[in-house]
């Protein structure tokens, strides 16, 4: 099956149409939600979870009674060398200052392991997750409806598959054990602190407003462009995959310098809004590194002059500096930690808000078709013949705007149908509408008076068979490429099909033959053999009904008759959509339906409607008119 046509309007693009321009960078919409969002996919994880809670704050226990221990044997060795000066005393007592710091060694050893094993739980979890979110996503984009890729670049999507839950990976195995270790240094230093000294503890605290302050201001100024960069990123992803795809047509009208000039301008935008936020988030540290330098004189001064009132031994002070280090270093991690959630915010707010785009309507289908004569016979199982009937259809892309007014046609089973008019007359829309990429707004179309909507998608459209003017060949054989209209095909039936197609006798002249891989834009064959290759695919299909648009169009005349003959006897027994622009495919159709603006202008066999010298007349006469003139 070969790609469509996107009629629906884009957002406004850059030169050559390419790349969003002009998108200001925004907070994140919901940054509780968002954040609400993440946790219920976190809290599959909840043994896990509290596992890392358990281990992470044991780690961080045992690390903060640490300078109080250590403290000890700062005292023991003081009041040691007291003692010698004095001579009051035994002298330094070395065995009982090595069993603290053996038990000192061992704490921190326990405190490392546990550290250790939160950080390998907490990196599975982060990895699970994103493992997760990545499934979630792959399998709602089959879920969207055609409508979402006709507004949206496939550049956007990739980046909230790629870059957008990347940054989900990195933040959470870096922010959530972060926190955790973070109010547990702060709350057990600051007890340890009170035990040593409240009056010390009150002017080291004197710090933390200060910092606060100093978070805030950092925050406000840095969340709008921690989402801009997300933003961003995404543009220039939807950019590059964009300039990628179409590199021959940009040098055929020589437009590589507005190419470069659209990704200068949005990677522009993105060094700006990049530079910002990273700067803002560089602040952070040094100014509350200097926020605690200040506390920390502060201490040092009240700490001395209380050492000389005896009311603190020098230990004590000791350990009471260790830990005013240690507690504006926590404050630090959490300032640090909200510029990360403001990444991780807006990324997964991009990405939630992806994943809750608006589905195709889930449905039970009413009506079982039998796809082929092996499906067993039951109650419910309908055998489509392939009639189709058009009743009062009417749609348009946009509310307000209709397309298709009020289309009405009944066709038999066996029938091949033509469907001729200008370009936009409503042709291709007629084809989305049968197969179901959307719905219409009024009327209904039936098959064998079975109204399209109450089968499920799949069972519908597993009855037709497309060739569109726009060919889709993927990075694989030509065998897998042809398979894949029918993928429990042996290689017999898919040579049996290429034969049918006309396609045997030029892969065979190809090197690897039908073992040849096609590269990612099957640039490596002719646009000819592209399309020869997805006839054989839909011959292969087998289909009931069969749609063909424009599926002539870029092959040569030669080639073009031999695929007639082809077609022609796979038409036998089926119903057939032809659409086309050179009218002489279609004078043996069975019917001709001229379409104009969305509606049926005329219809009948070709004689019929060239003997009413109509509508269908004046464009046969145009075309041919244009024929004789190019030539």
Known sequence: MSGSKKPAQRRPRGPMGHGPMSMAGEKPKDFKGAMKKLAHHLARF???????????????????????????ATNTLVEGIMSKITGTGRGIDFNKISSILLFLLLLYVISSVLSYLQGWIMTGVSMKVTYNLRNDVAEKINRLPLSYFDKTSHGEVLSRITNDIDTLAHTLNQSISQIITSTTLIVGILLMMFSISWLMTLVSLIIVPLSMGVVMTLIKHSQKHFAAQQEYLGHLNGHVEEMYGGHLVIKAFNREKASVGAFETINNKLYGSAWKSQFFAGLMMPIMQFVSNLGYVAVCILGGWLATQGRISIGDIQAFLQYVRQFTQPIGQLANITNILQSTAAASERVFEFLAEEEEKPEMPLVNVRIDESTPETDTLVDIKG?????????????????????????????????????????????????RFYDVNEGAILVDGYDIRDFSRSELRSLFGMVLQDTWLYN??????????????????????????????????????????????????????KQLLTIARVILADPKILILDEATSSVDTRTEVLIQKAMDHLMVGRTSFII????????????????DNGDIVEQGTHDELMANNGFYKHLYDSQFDNAVQST
Do not use: W
């Not at 009639?387 to 259809?393: E, I, L, R």
């Open 387 to 435: 009639s189709v009937q058009f009743a009062h259809v009417h749609f348009g892309y946009e509310s307000g705007k209709p397309i298709i007014h009020d289309f009405s046609a009944n066709i038999f089973p066996g029938q091949k149908i033509a469907i001729v008019g200008p370009t936009g007359a409503g042709k291709t829309t007629i084809v989305k509408l049968l197969m």
């Open 580 to 595: 086309a622009h050179r009218l002489s495919t279609i004078r043996n159709a069975d019917r001709i339906l001229c379409m």
């Open 46 to 72: 909840k043994f896990r979870m509290l596992g890392v809670l358990v281990f992470a704050v044991t780690s961080m226990i045992f690390a903060i009674v640490g300078p109080k221990i250590l403290g000890r």
């Open 476 to 529: 694989a054989s030509i065998r897998n490429n042809i398979r894949y209209g029918r993928l429990d095909a042996d290689d017999d039936m898919v040579i049996a099909a290429a034969k049918a197609a006309q396609v045997d006798h030029f892969v065979r002249t190809l090197p690897g033959g039908y073992d040849l891989v096609l590269n990612e834009e099957a640039s490596n064959i002719s646009l000819g053999q």
